[in-house]
């Protein structure tokens, strides 16, 4: 006859995942354990002062099997803004459990659901050609990007006509003259949350009185022309747009 030892071998959390992780609604954390038997469960715990723990969720495994993974989603509504500690601690089919003292692995998640001041200092000034709008940088120190919306109405609809800025102004060179235009910018911080909306701007474009340039035409004055060369081009430009181009000949 055999008999088998007692199991004493302890199983083992070789996998957490993802680290350092700032999060404003869910984040899930991913679990390995390994064992040199099998693995019967596997719990989820957390920590607001790395001092007491909570169960929050426990995993079970029927079949035998010495590594297992599984998954956890950590709800942002759960828990105020700051740092929580999340671990894992496994247990063997004869009630051997892996490391739960303070050397356990663990990660620290950070919860950030504070949104960022809406921008200050936005000024619009139109020019020949469009309208440059400029604004403040905020005071936080996880600000992401700026979007920037535009309205014909200080109350009206706006609409998003520029996301993921990274600089403080912007051109807009779609603004049609005769056309007041109303500005509004909020800027979204590096974990996704937005910031409410900066108080409307308005502006212009400026009155174009400027007129456009012919810079030259071809043929030059005095060029013999005949069928195989009688096209006539210019090179003009202007400092907005151009509309149209008339070319005129006479005989005499």
């Given at each position: 006859s055999v008999t088998t030892p007692i199991d004493t071998f302890a199983p083992r959390i070789t996998k957490l995942s993802p680290r350092n992780v700032i999060f404003n609604s869910s984040a899930t954390?991913?679990?390995t354990a390994e064992d040199d038997s099998a693995i019967k469960s596997v719990v989820v715990q957390i920590s607001t002062n790395l001092r007491t723990w909570e169960t929050i969720h426990t995993e079970e495994f029927t079949t035998y099997s010495r590594t297992v993974t599984c998954s956890y989603t950590?709800?942002?509504?759960?828990?105020?803004d700051g740092s929580i500690y999340l671990r894992a601690i496994a247990e063997d089919m004869s009630g051997n459990f892996s490391d739960s003292s303070d050397e356990a692995a663990l990660v620290e998640y950070a919860v950030d659901k504070t949104a960022p001041a809406s921008p200050l200092n936005l000024v619009a000034v139109g020019?020949?050609?469009g309208i440059h709008i400029s604004w403040s940088q905020g005071t936080e120190k996880d600000l992401g990007t700026y979007s920037l919306y535009r309205a014909t109405a200080e109350d009206g609809q706006y609409s998003?006509?520029?996301s993921n800025l990274q600089v403080l102004d912007f051109y807009d060179t779609t603004a049609k003259r005769d056309t007041v235009y109303y500005y509004k910018l909020r800027v979204e911080d590096q974990t996704g949350n937005f910031s409410d909306f900066s108080e409307a701007v308005s502006a212009k474009v400026d009155d174009d009185v400027e007129p456009p340039i012919v810079s030259s035409v071809l043929p030059s004055n005095g060029s013999v022309i005949g069928k195989a060369y009688n096209t006539v081009s210019a090179f003009l430009t202007d400092n907005n747009a151009l509309d149209s181009v008339i070319i005129e000949y006479?005989?005499?």
């Open positions: 954390l991913n679990i950590v709800n942002a509504a759960d828990y105020s020019y020949d050609g998003l006509i520029k006479k005989i005499n």
